[in-house]
């Protein structure tokens, strides 16, 4: 009985260390007497005590991988420093374990290598303008050369861009310069602006008193004119009332004489008198002669 207990007491230490459960986003490289036998996926498996050993545990999910500046120096001899931040996804285990040795400082080196590469290729200011070109290149040349590997190179990015002190500052000179080009640039069509606003604003006050002296002018017209017309009107509605009531021409006369006094009696220095007016003066001049004559003669 002892030795039956004993027994299951070893089995159970050889075969629970043995059951393996392999989580999601995992897979396990197994290799049976040294050699690669299988990839476990997430699940309950059992390895034969041993036999077979786990080579590699490897995880599934994207990693993001941010390497050190690196020294570059661009079609213009600048040197400036790099850093670039890659990211990748292991899509075939056993290529990820037996294709490279120490696969992370294998995609490090090649990654320098290929901004280096590119970089040479371009100048300083196509360098700190062309990030999605250096970005696009990198990506499409590492995923080409890791594939081997078993590995996916999502993306790749640029972080910094470090030129030498001397030229930052250069830079920031130029930019500083540029600001305040901007700035005079924007003040002076502020300016050009406003004194457009101030000529249009002043001509069409101009245009309004125009039209407002032209009204005016046409108002006082038609006051003048509708007086004048009134007048005349006044003066035809007297001359009708008189031919209503059949005056004689004696009436005529007297309105006549009254006229001519009104006129005498004001300011003009000239009296023109109608040639009806001037016979019957005549007329009144002869009477009063021969009445002097009579007068005389008796």
Known sequence: MSVLIAILIIVLILVIPNIKI?????SYVIERLGSYYATWKNGLHVKIPFIDRIA???TLKEIVKDFEPQPV???DNVTMQI????????TDPKLYTY?????????????ATTLRNIIGELELDQTLTSRDIINSKMRSILDEAT?????KVNRVEVKNI???????EAMEKQMRAERERREKILQAEGEKKSSILIAEGEKESAIL???ADKEAQIKRAEGEAEAMLKIKNAEAEGIKLLKDAKADSSVLTLKSYETLSHMADGQATKIIVPSELQSIATIGTTLKEMLKDDKKSK
């Not at 392999?22 to 995992?26: F, R, S, T």
Request: glycine share 4%; net charge negative.
């Open 22 to 26: 392999v989580p999601q986003a995992k």
């Open 56 to 58: 590699n545990i490897v």
């Open 147 to 151: 594939d081997p590997w078993g590995i």
């Open 83 to 90: 850093d670039t931040v890659v990211y990748f996804q292991i």
């Open 162 to 168: 470090l030129p030498p002190k001397d030229i930052q």
């Open 73 to 75: 120096i661009t079609k």
């Open 209 to 211: 008193r125009a039209e």
């Open 99 to 111: 294709g490279v040795e120490y696969p992370i400082n294998a995609i490090e080196n090649l990654t």
